[in-house]
């Protein structure tokens, strides 16, 4: 059965910090290429970062590049989201995501991914 749980969320204000990690099981998640999406109230739900699974090429929305980080560690089937210098918009629920996909094309698009976690809730206070 496959598995992605986030955790690590919650509150925080404009300015601080907050690291998100994704537990995975039931895939060979070294053979996947991860992704953070978010979802804002009233709002489509939105790429973040992938770190693809050839290569270890990474991607960042132009509204994350020089405050968030994204790693893995294989050997823990886990993934990881630092979030730095987190803004108010930055408010939502994150959500990480597994595909096959291995170009920018792909990883960047929520219908690319085939498995999905329950998301975490990121909030950020003025």
């Known amino acids: 059965q496959v598995q992605l749980v986030e955790s690590g969320g919650g509150q925080v204000q404009a300015g601080g910090s907050l690291r998100l990690s994704c537990a995975c099981s039931?895939?060979?998640?070294?053979?996947?290429?991860m992704g953070w999406f978010r979802q804002a109230p009233g709002k489509e739900r939105e790429f973040v970062a992938a770190?693809?699974?050839?290569?270890?090429?990474?991607d960042y929305a132009d509204s994350v590049k020089g405050r968030f980080t994204i790693s893995r560690d294989n050997a823990k089937n886990t993934l990881y989201l630092q979030m730095n210098s987190l803004r108010p918009e930055d408010t939502a629920v994150y959500y990480c995501?597994?595909?096959?996909?291995?170009?920018?094309?792909?990883?960047?698009?929520?219908?690319?991914?085939?498995?999905w976690g329950q998301g975490t809730q990121v909030t950020v206070s003025s």
């Open positions: 995501a597994a595909t096959k996909g291995l170009t920018a094309l792909v990883t960047m698009i929520a219908a690319r991914y085939d498995y």
């Open positions: 039931g895939f060979t998640f070294s053979t996947y290429t």
């Open positions: 770190f693809r699974w050839i290569g270890g090429n990474i």
